[in-house]
């Protein structure tokens, strides 16, 4: 059984296709990224999975369960979790503040600074700055911040949700080779030691062929290739309408 699975799931704005049929399965565990073209589906697909948009046919399967009518906050609630590419953090709270509020309304928790339980909730959030390499930042304003921890802050934020999937849109966007790097062995930490399921987009396709253990290709909003990062390469499908040609 797929972990998450999308059935000839299409999305039609007007007469327009943003999703057109699209069949596929995401593993647990998996690090799957999706690519494409600019207007190739590739967010409009996300927010199917993640309920942001209604299905205009097909269907949304999460650990077997059809989900295709659930809202996105009953999906978020079950462990789907979205970052988005415009990084949308509370600028005025601090670092800390920030991971610690998801937590807390994740977990449906009023804030009573002073509840036994509240020492828990620090915990983890601390742990998860450590894991985020923002520990250092903690007590940081989130708008003073570089624009790469700024990212990094919004993965800490969704982590806090504690989901079991992750979707990134496009998670090293404005970075520098450097901070990429960083997000990249970030991702891979996330999955391997918190296993957490992380489904990606992204256009610097050394960041893709560099993490994903699986890829696929929207174009013209259909799944044109499916497979390991060597047999989309070989693709001659991928080759003539994504990576210019050349294997």
């Not at 979790?81 to 509370?90: G, L």
């Not at 828990?120 to 003073?144: C, M, N, T």
């Not at 960083?182 to 396709?205: P, Q, V, W």
Request: proline content about 3%; some cysteine.
């Amino acid at each position: 059984m797929a972990f998450l699975e999308t059935q000839d799931v299409s999305r039609a704005f007007g007469k327009l296709w943003a999703v057109n049929r699209v069949s596929l399965d995401l593993r647990q565990g998996d690090i799957h990224a999706i690519i494409g073209p600019n207007g190739a589906g590739k967010s409009t697909y996300f927010n199917l999975i993640t309920g942001y948009h209604r299905a205009t046919t097909g269907k949304v399967f999460y650990k077997g369960k059809d989900i295709t009518r659930l809202p996105a906050y009953e999906r978020c609630n079950q462990g789907i979790t979205r970052s988005f590419q415009i990084t949308s953090i509370y600028p005025k709270l601090t670092v800390y503040e920030s991971v610690l509020m998801a937590l807390l309304v994740h977990r449906k928790v009023s804030l009573n600074f002073f509840s036994p339980a509240m020492r828990f909730f620090k915990d983890e959030v601390s742990r998860i700055l450590e894991d985020i390499g923002l520990a250092d930042q903690a007590h940081r304003q989130g708008d003073s911040i570089s624009h790469g921890d700024k990212k990094r802050l919004e993965l800490a934020v969704t982590v806090g949700t504690e989901p079991e999937i992750l979707l990134l849109d496009e998670p090293t966007c404005g970075m520098s080779p450097e901070e990429t790097e960083t997000t990249m062995s970030l991702i891979k930490k996330l999955c391997e030691e918190r296993g957490i399921t992380i489904l990606f987009t992204e256009h610097d396709m050394a960041v893709v062929f560099g993490i994903a253990k699986r890829i696929s290709v929207l174009h013209q909003g259909r799944l044109i290739a499916d497979g390991t990062p060597q047999e989309v390469r070989e693709s001659e499908d991928v080759q003539k309408v994504y990576l210019g040609g050349t294997a």
